[in-house]
C-alpha cells in the first residue's frame, strides 16, 4: 500500500514538472509563425530627428564647401602683345640714285655759286679766290681746295673753256678725281672660313650711331645677308631698346646686357660667339657713344676690339660721322683712328645743312674711304656712297 501512494505522488510530481516545463518555454520562445507568413519586422526605438546640416557647419566650413561646389573660372591670361611685323627692306643697290632729288636740294647752292663764278667772262684773280673761299667754306678743307683751285685755273687756260656745260664737266672731273673714283668702297660683309663677318660701329654721341646700325642692319637684310646685332652701348640706356627695335622689324636678333652699365667688351664677345653658333652672315656691334677727349673711355673701346678679335677677325670699323659738324668731325676722325683701324666712314645728315666738302677733308684725313651716306630720318635712307652719282647732285642746279 504504502508502495502504491508513492508511485502515485511521483506520478503526479512528474505531470507537474512537465506541465511547469512547457509554459515557461511558451513565454520565452516567439510564436510558432505561420507557413508562409514574413518575419515580423523589428521596430527599434526612434531616434531624435537630426538638424539640416548647414545649422551645426561653422561659417567656414559653409564657405569651404560652397567653394567646392561651385566651378571656379580660369585665371585670366594677360593679353601678349603682338608680335612686330617683319618687313622686306629694299636692296641698299641705287639707293643713292633715289635720293639724289633729295641731296641735290641740299647741296645745289655750292654747285650753282662754283658754276655761275668760273663762267665768268673773266676769270681773274679775285673771282679764282672766290671760288676757293666757296670751297673753303663748303668743308673742303684749305689744302684741298688751293689744289681744286690750281687744276682747274690750269685747265680752263690751257683749254679755254668758257661754256656753261664745258665748265660743268671740268669742274666735275675734277670734283671726282678729289674724291676719289678708284678707292673701294665696299663695305666687307661676306663670311670667311666659317666665322661671320664682323662689323664695328664707332664715333661719338649725337652722331646717329645707333641709328645708323639700325639702317645698316636693314640694308644688309635688303640684300639677303642674316644679320645678328650686338649692343654693346651699355652706358645708355635707351641704346640697346632702340637697337632691338631695329632688329626687330627686320627679324634680326639682338644680343644685350642683363644690366646697366654692364661690361661692353663681354656683350660684343657673346654677340659674336652667339652670331658664330647661329651661323649668320654679320655680326653688327654697336658701341657706346665716347667722347674723343675721355682716355679711358677710348681706351675700353680698343679693348672692345681686342676682345672681339679672340673669337672672329673684324672685317669693318665704321667712324660715323655728323657731317653737320664739319671741321670738329675730323678732329674726332683722328683721334679715333689712333685707337682703332678705320676702315670706313658713315657721314650722317648730309641731307640737311651739311657741306659736302667734308667728304673729300675727311677722306685726306684719314686715307679710308667715305662708304655709307645717311641721306635723311626714313628707315632706308642710308645709301652706299657713289661719287660720280655724288658730284652729279651737287651740280644739279
Known amino acids: 500500500m504504502e508502495t502504491l501512494i508513492l508511485i502515485i505522488v511521483l506520478a503526479v510530481f512528474f505531470f507537474v514538472a512537465v506541465v511547469a516545463g512547457t509554459g515557461w518555454l511558451l513565454l520565452v520562445r516567439p510564436r510558432r509563425l505561420r507557413r508562409g507568413q514574413p518575419p515580423a519586422e523589428v521596430v527599434s526605438p526612434p531616434e531624435a530627428p537630426a538638424e539640416p546640416e548647414l545649422r551645426t557647419q561653422r561659417p567656414e566650413a559653409a564657405e569651404s564647401a560652397q567653394a567646392v561646389i561651385t566651378p571656379t573660372a580660369p585665371p585670366r591670361v594677360p593679353a601678349q602683345p603682338p608680335a612686330p611685323e617683319i618687313e622686306k627692306p629694299p ?36 673771282t679764282w679766290d672766290e671760288i676757293e673761299e666757296v670751297l673753303i667754306t663748303a668743308d673742303v678743307g684749305v689744302v684741298p681746295a688751293r689744289q681744286i683751285v690750281d687744276d682747274l685755273r690750269t685747265k680752263v687756260k690751257v683749254l679755254g673753256v668758257r661754256g656753261v656745260d664745258e665748265v660743268r664737266a671740268l669742274l666735275r672731273t675734277e670734283l671726282i678725281t678729289q674724291i676719289g673714283e678708284d678707292m673701294d668702297r665696299t663695305v666687307h660683309t661676306d663670311r670667311r672660313e666659317g666665322l661671320p663677318a664682323v662689323v664695328l660701329m664707332v664715333g661719338v654721341n649725337g652722331t646717329g650711331k645707333t641709328t645708323t646700325a639700325g639702317k645698316l642692319a636693314r640694308a644688309l637684310v635688303g640684300d639677303g645677308k642674316t644679320v645678328l646685332l650686338g ?7 635707351a641704346a640697346a631698346d632702340q637697337l632691338q627695335t631695329w632688329g626687330e622689324r627686320v627679324g634680326a636678333r639682338t644680343v644685350r646686357a642683363d644690366r646697366d652699365e ?33 682716355t679711358g673711355l677710348m681706351d675700353e673701346l680698343g679693348k672692345v676690339k681686342r676682345v672681339i678679335e679672340r673669337r ?24 679715333f683712328a689712333e685707337v682703332v683701324d678705320i676702315t670706313g666712314i658713315v657721314l650722317t645728315k648730309l641731307d640737311g645743312t651739311a657741306k659736302g666738302g667734308i667728304v673729300i677733308a675727311v677722306q685726306r684725313e684719314l686715307g679710308v674711304p667715305v662708304k655709307l651716306v645717311g641721306l635723311g630720318e626714313g ?17 644739279a642746279a
Open 91 to 126: 636692296p641698299s643697290a641705287g639707293r643713292l640714285v633715289r635720293l639724289r632729288d633729295r641731296l641735290s636740294r641740299s647741296q645745289s647752292s655750292v654747285g650753282s655759286v662754283l658754276l655761275g663764278l668760273l663762267s665768268r667772262d673773266r676769270l681773274d684773280d679775285d
Open 231 to 237: 649692343a654693346a652701348d651699355t652706358f645708355r640706356a
Open 262 to 294: 654692364a661690361d661692353p667688351a663681354s656683350v660684343a664677345f657673346d654677340a659674336v660667339r652667339e652670331g658664330t653658333e647661329l651661323k649668320v652672315d654679320v655680326v653688327l656691334v654697336d658701341t657706346a657713344g665716347r667722347l674723343h677727349t675721355k
Open 312 to 335: 672672329a677677325p673684324v672685317e669693318e670699323v665704321l667712324l660715323v660721322l655728323d657731317a653737320t659738324t664739319g671741321q670738329n668731325g675730323l678732329r674726332q676722325a683722328r683721334v
Open 379 to 395: 628707315p632706308d635712307d642710308l645709301a652706299p656712297f657713289d661719287p660720280a652719282t655724288f658730284v652729279d647732285a651737287i651740280l
